[in-house]
């Protein structure tokens, strides 16, 4: 996806999640994190679009500590996330293309690593927002789906912190099934007691045998893999135990 689409995506959810958030009230719990409430969600997010803005706004070219949650509730912590969400998507519309700033995972760019990582973090908690609103989920575009998943198996979980882990070498396929490529789009992970290696590839139906393989439209894929849709929700086939795995041990903390 382009930098473009990215920020587009950004922009659109962050609307979304506000909305939701307002739509539930604050004190909300939130189903998808059952440790939150809806302020607990906003004030998260608002930090992490605080502190990606700052990246891109002032070129810092080390680590930089985010700032903490703001101190605010009700009407005033939805305001102070929509300005933030606003900030951090007017920092990224007008960033130069050859940005030099500090990013955590590899990417074409500083600003692609950027755009895209906000976008897909705010699509999830958008999720989150939602499941507390109840009434059904905004769906996800399977092409940003499929970015997303990408993201998310071959970046986030190929840093060392990933938890996904196994005693001996096992192999998890990940089927996307709705693309429009005319195959499915595959993730082949490899998982041992190192961090996971995940290859993509576009293949059609026969692939060679895996330990377990987990199957379904892309969005709804996307959404199992951050754990915001349960596993029923996909079509599992092979040792359930690697799916039960993944589910126990994939979540993304922010420390």
């Given at each position: 996806m382009?930098?473009t ?7 659109a959810e962050?609307?979304?999640l506000?909305d939701a958030?307002?739509?539930a009230?604050?004190?909300?719990p ?6 939150w ?8 997010t608002a ?10 706004r002032?070129g ?21 996330f ?5 900030l951090?998507?007017?920092a990224?519309e007008n960033a ?8 955590f995972?590899?990417?074409p760019?500083?600003?692609?690593f950027?755009a895209r990582?906000q976008a897909h973090?705010?699509t999830?908690h958008r999720v989150?927002a ?5 009434g ?5 575009a ?6 997303g998943?990408d993201?998310l198996l071959?970046g986030m979980h190929a840093?060392?912190k990933?938890?996904?882990?196994t005693?001996?070498p096992?192999t998890?396929?990940?089927r ?7 195959a499915d789009?595959?993730w082949?992970v ?10 993509r590839?576009?293949t059609p139906?026969?692939?060679d045998?895996?330990?377990?393989e987990?199957s379904a439209p892309?969005?709804t894929?996307?959404l199992a893999?951050?754990n915001?849709?349960?596993l029923?929700?996909?079509?599992v086939?092979?040792d359930e ?8 041990r994939s979540?993304?903390?922010w420390?």
């Amino acid at each position: 996806m382009r930098i473009t689409e990215h920020i587009a995506a950004l922009a659109a959810e962050g609307h979304l999640l506000a909305d939701a958030a307002d739509e539930a009230g604050s004190a909300a719990p939130v189903p998808t994190c059952p440790d939150w409430r809806v302020r607990d969600l906003l004030g998260h997010t608002a930090m992490a679009h605080a502190w990606a803005a700052a990246f891109v706004r002032e070129g810092h070219t080390s680590y930089v500590p985010d700032g903490g949650e703001p101190e605010l509730d009700g009407p005033e912590l939805s305001a102070h996330f929509r300005e933030g969400h606003r900030l951090l998507v007017e920092a990224l519309e007008n960033a130069p293309q050859d940005l030099a700033c500090w990013s955590f995972l590899p990417a074409p760019s500083p600003l692609a690593f950027w755009a895209r990582r906000q976008a897909h973090e705010t699509t999830i908690h958008r999720v989150d927002a939602e499941s507390a609103r109840g009434g059904g989920l905004s769906p996800v575009a399977p092409a940003f789906a499929l970015d997303g998943i990408d993201e998310l198996l071959r970046g986030m979980h190929a840093r060392p912190k990933s938890r996904v882990r196994t005693g001996s070498p096992r192999t998890l396929r990940v089927r996307a099934t709705d693309t429009d490529t005319g195959a499915d789009t595959v993730w082949t992970v490899r998982l041992s007691d190192e961090p996971p290696v995940a290859v993509r590839e576009e293949t059609p139906a026969g692939t060679d045998a895996v330990d377990c393989e987990l199957s379904a439209p892309a969005g709804t894929l996307y959404l199992a893999l951050w754990n915001r849709l349960p596993l029923s929700d996909l079509t599992v086939t092979g040792d359930e135990e690697l799916a039960r795995l993944w589910r126990d041990r994939s979540s993304i903390t922010w420390s």
